[in-house]
T-cell receptor, first 115, second 112 residues
């Protein structure tokens, strides 16, 4: 993978509203895709991943992301956010067949959920 | 649960000091990684290791070195700390053949 772009550095949204965090990547080969979440003063946690199969993947806390190969995107969505979703979200990509298993991260999007 | 621990949450060092950041994982992972995290830049890979005594440079290795004498431990060394190395440092680990990485809580290093 060459790069990952998260165009929105911060997304403010009211509680119970829907949200979409955008992620686009560039790569000359097939990729694996990930979303990580970082809550305040914590390390990163894996939120969801696309490795193969269905292009729509879901997390246990209501987030989902859809892999769109033609648009080289992997946007993260949630139909109704909670205050507790306030965190920074990172999109990451790895080239299939990369024996180093390195991840390339985007610059992050800070989701701020307001009451 | 996978546990990745880092020796310090906060660290303040002076310019020119030698700094050691320690990372330990308890899941017998083969791969270990060191990143630095800066606002607006996301995570950038400094070094990684896929086996004991093996190391590979990441995207920004200048000014850093690493050591992996035991499978569970991966150390990041700043030979002579400089103010532009003030950052959040994150350690991660993964199984060989797996792309999912598990992260420690991070060490916020300030170099004055």
């Amino acid at each position: 993978a060459q790069s990952v772009t998260q165009l929105d550095s911060q997304v403010p949204v009211f509680e119970e509203a829907p949200v979409e965090l955008r992620c686009n990547y560039s790569s000359s080969v097939s990729v694996y895709l990930f979303w990580y979440v970082q809550y305040p003063n914590q390390g990163l946690q894996l939120l969801l991943k696309y490795l193969s199969g269905s292009t729509l993947v879901k997390s246990i806390n209501g987030f989902e992301a859809e892999f769109n190969k033609s648009q080289t995107s992997f946007h993260l969505r949630k139909p109704s956010v909670h205050i507790s979703d306030t965190a920074e979200y990172f999109c990451a990509v790895s080239d299939q067949g990369d024996s180093s298993y390195k991840l390339i991260f985007g610059s992050g999007t800070r989701l701020l959920v307001r009451p | 649960d996978v546990k990745v621990t880092q020796s310090s949450r906060y660290l303040v060092k002076r310019t020119g000091e030698k700094v050691f950041l320690e990372c330990v994982q308890d899941m017998d992972h083969e791969n270990m990684f060191w990143y630095r995290q800066d606002p607006g830049l996301g995570l950038r890979l400094i070094y990684f290791s896929y086996d004991v005594k093996m190391k590979e440079k990441g995207d920004i290795p200048e000014g850093y070195s690493v050591s992996r004498e035991k499978k569970e431990r991966f150390s990041l060394i700043l030979e002579s700390a400089s103010t532009n190395q003030t950052s959040m440092y994150l350690c991660a680990s993964s199984f060989a053949g797996a792309y999912e990485q598990y992260f420690g809580p991070g060490t916020r290093l300030t170099v004055t």
